[in-house]
């Protein structure tokens, strides 16, 4: 079976003023249909810049990618973006944000106003989906931050995207309210079979929500292991206190220190301490 994003030899080099620096380098992966598939790492291993570029918005130096057997050469409607930043259109309401996306596609395609207007239904479908039936009518600057949030996500979901990339998504909010969105996103996953690609720092988040984990290692960015996650697909917030969870979690975290370097630091802190005790 074609996987839905085909990854093969990704690199990607950024050049900052005379010094270059290679964000990706070598990155093999395939990424299934309906898949849920998370990213952690360190920062600056290049986990929101492959992000960037399954989404058309950065482009590569080298390899190959492929969205639906097709070379990925830019944005397209089959991929949406979630940011960590909502980036709502404050002078429209929560309705009117989620259909935004449907009206200018009246300017870039072949489209007419009768279409976006049949849209409609989907918009609903989504309100309800995310919990907003009841604030189809408040303004951004009436919502709480994972309210905006789910907003964003219902935007984003508009178009029936293939595929959902989310960077980071939830971490602007609080603790309580990133576990209500994450039951959330995984029940959306269920219910809309999007692919989802999501990049977090948060391993445990990354754990809860992925079928599968993609740990990042830096200088250069690359794929430094995959792990399986050995959870049911329906999950529950206790699962976090399971030994396969922490035990997962453990070594994710052993694995993030050990390839940024982390690791080293620390024992020759440590090393230094001992000798000036």
């Not at 918009?123 to 309800?128: C, G, P, S, T, V």
């Not at 699962?239 to 220190?257: P, S, T, V, W, Y």
Request: aromatic letters at 6%.
């Amino acid at each position: 079976m074609t996987a839905k994003i085909e990854i093969r030899g990704l690199a990607k080099t950024f050049a900052t003023g005379h010094a270059k620096v290679q964000a990706l380098a070598g990155i093999d992966l395939d990424i299934e249909d309906n898949e849920f598939i998370t990213f952690v790492g360190a920062s600056g291993c290049g986990k929101s810049t492959l992000l960037r570029a399954i989404g058309g918005l950065e482009y590569v130096d080298g390899g190959s990618m492929l969205v639906s057997g097709h070379a990925v050469a830019g944005p397209g409607a089959d991929r949406a973006m979630v940011f960590q930043h909502y980036s709502l259109y404050p002078w429209l309401s929560v309705t009117e944000n989620i259909r935004w996306c449907r009206r200018l596609a009246v300017h870039t395609r072949d489209r007419t106003l009768a279409d976006v207007d049949a849209a409609s239904g989907r918009a609903d479908a989504l309100l309800n989906l995310m919990g907003l039936g009841h604030a189809r009518d408040a303004y951004p600057n009436q919502l709480s931050g994972g309210m905006q949030q789910r907003v964003a996500i219902a935007r984003a979901l508009m178009p029936k995207p293939d595929i959902l990339l989310m960077d980071e998504p939830f971490g602007a909010l609080d603790a309580q309210t990133r576990e209500v969105m994450h039951d959330l996103i995984r029940h959306v996953h269920k219910i809309e079979k999007t692919t989802i690609v999501f990049v977090t720092h948060d391993v445990e988040e990354a754990i809860y929500l992925g079928n599968r984990v993609v740990l990042m290692a830096p200088r250069p960015g690359r794929i430094a292991h995959i792990y399986d996650v050995p959870l049911p697909d329906q999950r529950e917030q206790d699962m976090k206190h399971g030994h396969d969870f922490l035990a997962l979690k453990k070594e994710i975290l052993a694995r993030i220190r050990e390839t940024s370097g982390m690791k080293t630091d620390l024992d020759q802190l440590e090393r230094l301490n001992l000798q000036t005790s």
